[in-house]
T-cell receptor, first 115, second 114 residues
């Protein structure tokens, strides 16, 4: 079945460092790919998305490119801030038995940014 | 516009009891899905509703059920609670249920079973 694998955390960085969180997926067909972020005590917020190969999603300085040839959707940010500290989830959405929008999540990566 | 509203935010129940959680989607959104989040299993899909019909169901026992009303509000019910049902239950809405839209999530209901 469809699945998402993302790098284990925690990832600890100093402020203004470069961030990469790796995400690879296995899916039939052409899934849409997402990054969600979860701050302590809150639900999930959609960070960015890409719906087809070579699309680049971007938001708040974060970027990720849908790479079909490597089945990857790595999250990057050039300069992280303390406020970026959160758990990041990679997810895919595909068609399952005719029903759409079922999200399959990775295990999440905790990012801790130190001042 | 108002986001996805889940009530209650926190709940403590005893083993064997049942519980009902409520979710009000964003106005105009007709698709509602539920997810369970636990430290051990991560985020797992429970079910999805669209126009009062269950379109998809995850791999959970029959003790977990849900429904959607004509105004798109949704409830999920867990009967005969077990300690392992302690989790954060997240509701999400989208409109229409297109693959690439993603979801808007609520803040969740934290259920503790003692």
């Amino acid at each position: 079945g469809d699945s998402v694998t993302q790098m284990e955390g925690p990832v600890t960085l100093s402020e203004e460092a470069f961030l990469t969180i790796n995400c690879t997926y296995t899916a039939t067909g052409y899934p849409s790919l997402f990054w969600y972020v979860q701050y302590p005590g809150e639900g999930l917020q959609l960070l960015l998305k890409a719906t087809k190969a070579d699309d680049k999603g971007s938001n708040k300085g974060f970027e990720a490119t849908y790479r079909k040839e490597t089945t990857s959707f790595h999250l990057e940010k050039g300069s992280v801030q303390v406020s970026d500290s959160a758990v990041y989830f990679c997810a895919l959405s595909g068609v399952v038995s005719g029903a759409t929008n079922k999200l399959i999540f990775g295990t999440g990566t905790l990012l801790a940014v130190q001042p | 516009k108002a986001g996805v509203t889940q009530t209650p935010r926190y709940l403590i129940k005893t083993r064997g009891q049942q519980v009902t959680l409520s979710c009000s989607p964003i106005s105009g959104h007709r698709s509602v899905s539920w997810y369970q989040q636990t430290p051990g299993q991560g985020l797992q899909f429970l079910f999805e509703y669209f126009s009062e019909t269950q379109r998809n169901k995850g791999n959970f026992p029959g003790r977990f059920s849900g429904r959607q009303f004509s105004n798109s509000r949704s409830e999920m019910n867990v009967s005969t609670l077990e300690l392992g049902d302690s989790a954060l239950y997240l509701c999400a809405s989208s409109s229409p249920p297109r693959q690439g839209d993603g979801y808007t999530f609520g803040s969740g209901t934290r259920l503790t079973v003692v």
